[in-house]
């Protein structure tokens, strides 16, 4: 009598991450182009942590049509249940359990991370502080999801790049934020840089949100300077993406942002990986 095959739950494990994978790969060109040039051991976890942020973010942006609250909550809670029982048969937290778990991401970012989506459904303008706590939730806990990927469990190395991982995650989302001034505030009736009034966007006003990514963005270069060899090609690559970018943005007028969505063509993209190629083949990114 033939010996039927073992059947075991790897194949489900596998469907999964192909699914946050494919939804990396969907949305964000420029995320799934960087990823890609992380170790291979790297690139599934921190596809299965885009694949969780989108999700969640479709749901608060673009499911208009539906009750955004009660998806929300009934994500979340499906999130930790995951998270807990070690499986799900949503794929996309599937996968997201399986690298909360194997890297034992602290579940406080997590709960940081819906705090800010929340207040998405509620919120249409922010004081400082507000600001900067959906600032915290929305980017700076996801770039800490990525470096407990990227330090694989070397906790001295973690604390030491927290600062600058918060600040790339900053970085980036002040930049799109920048980027997505007409969605955000004539689709969407969102407002989320403090004081800040969009019927008259000035030129001060552009210049001091500016300054403070700049900022960001010159901590999160320090931090990415001292990554482990397996993530700094890749991190480099999605920081000079989304400082080109910045750059552009800067290059436009205040009235004219409402007007447009800034982007970075294609061939730009491939000269940026070609320059980060060279200057890591010659040891310059130390």
Known sequence: MPQLAVMTIDLFHSVSNECSKEVTLRYSTSFSSAIRLLHKDLRQPIFNIYGFVRFADEI?????QHDKQELLEQFKIETFDAIRRGISLNPILNSFQLTVNQYKIDHQLIHAFFSSMESDLTQNGYDRQGYEEYIYGSAEVV?????????EGAKEQYEGLKQSAKALGAAFQKVNFLRDIKADFIDLSRIYFPGCDFHNFTQRDKQQIQEDIEADFKEAYKGILHLPMKAKFGVYVAYKYYYSLFRKIKGIEPQNILEQRIRIPNYYKA???????????????Q
């Open 271 to 285: 000269y940026i990986v070609l320059r980060a190629s060279v200057k890591n083949s010659l040891r310059l990114l």
């Open 143 to 151: 770039g800490l999801m990525c470096l407990y990927i990227f330090c």
């Open 60 to 64: 608060v942006d673009t499911f208009h």
